[in-house]
């Protein structure tokens, strides 16, 4: 079993930066495979950048988003984070942290993942 909390969503205005955090419950948190994604109203959920430690650690982002969003992990705190640069107001959405168990290398899609978090709100103010 895998129990996923995020925190760190808010009200932001453009411009600013903002760092998302997952909290994990698992006793096989070093080799999951992470991700984030996120979902606006009427939209489908996206996909946004994974992180894996099999066969070697790997963070991978979705081309667009290279440029502005970082994951990076912390295996000893049980944390995966999402580090966003230069918010604009289309990146308002629900955030949503996902596990999985398998360990999958460059996962992206939802069926990839068979845990999730709750979701965070983040409003980006124009």
């Known amino acids: 079993q895998v129990h996923l909390v995020e925190s760190g969503g808010r009200l932001v205005q453009a411009g600013d930066s903002l760092r998302l955090s997952c909290a994990v419950a698992s006793r096989s948190f070093s080799t999951l495979t992470l991700g984030w994604f996120r979902q606006a109203p009427g939209k489908e959920r996206q996909f946004i950048a994974g992180i894996n430690t099999w066969p070697r650690r790997s963070a991978y982002i979705e081309e667009s988003m290279e440029d502005r969003f970082l994951i990076f992990r912390d295996n000893d705190r049980k944390e995966v984070y999402l580090e966003m640069f230069s918010v604009k107001p289309e990146d308002t959405a629900v955030y949503y942290c996902?596990?999985?168990?398998?360990?999958?290398?460059?996962?992206?899609?939802?069926?990839?993942?068979?845990?999730w978090g709750r979701g965070t709100q983040v409003t980006v103010s124009s």
């Open positions: 996902a596990a999985d168990e398998y360990g999958k290398s460059n996962a992206r899609v939802v069926g990839d993942f068979g845990y």
